[in-house]
């Protein structure tokens, strides 16, 4: 990956975890309509910013559905993996 890139990554993961931590209604279809909704309003695509936040949440780029997983893990465990990779407050 670029250093643009990686600079790239460490930004979504930290604008996420604001729009992330509000969120009372921790069900997958909650939470994705977040991520899209910030998505959206910042002109990027859904993949730039599920893939880092997969990343960060589950060390891979490869999981089950990411909305899935974030739903599963819970919100507490989220925001501590996301604060783990820098993103969290």
Known sequence: MSSAG????????????????PIAD??????E???????????????EVAQPLRAAITGSLVSPPIFEVLAV????ETMGRLSDQGGGN
Request: charged content about 10%; some cysteine.
């Open 26 to 31: 921790w069900r997958a279809t909650a939470l």
């Open 6 to 21: 990686v600079l790239a990554t460490c930004a979504c993961i930290g604008c996420i975890a604001p729009v992330l931590a």
């Open 73 to 76: 893990l819970g919100q507490a």
């Open 33 to 47: 309509q977040a991520v899209r909704g910030f998505a959206e309003a910042n002109r990027l695509k859904l993949g």
